[in-house]
């Protein structure tokens, strides 16, 4: 599967199968998405692979946090695909996929209980209300 940034000067290409994709209701996926959550997809790092632009990509890391940051292009300012902290997950923006098919569907939504007060309900995905115990793969 392939992805790119708004201006298209990232690209990048995913190798299934993926892990997890779910919504992340967090306020930091608020602050990042600018939106009501996330769309996460997850997979391993050597599944991800950066096609151009990789000196477009900045990073922040956020201080407080474990696992989390955040990548973007530096032109444009869309979201990208981010390896955590620490460790050898990669977090991918569904948004940014350019070849989705209806096939890929999220699975949960995740930190419900900080869910946006504004926030409509759209769907009947399975709420956590922070992060889900882990699940056997
Ligand atoms: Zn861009
Ligand atoms: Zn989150």
């Known amino acids: 599967m392939y992805g790119s940034c708004l201006c298209s000067k990232v690209k990048y290409q995913l190798t299934p199968p993926f892990k997890l994709f779910q919504y992340c209701h967090c306020s930091r996926c608020q602050k990042v998405t600018g939106s009501a959550h996330a769309a996460n997809i997850y997979i391993k790092a050597e599944q991800l692979e950066w096609l151009q632009g990789a000196d477009q990509i900045g990073r922040f890391e956020y201080p407080d946090a474990k696992y989390y ?33 209806s096939e890929l569907k999220p699975k949960q939504s995740i930190h419900w209980r900080s869910r946006a007060p504004w926030y409509e309900e759209t769907s009947s995905l399975c709420k956590f209300d922070d992060t889900p115990p882990r699940q056997p793969q």
């Open 69 to 101: 940051a955040t990548q973007f292009c530096k032109n444009c300012g869309s979201n990208l695909p981010w390896q955590v902290k620490g460790g050898d997950t990669v977090v991918v923006p569904a948004g940014t996929l350019d070849d989705a098919t």
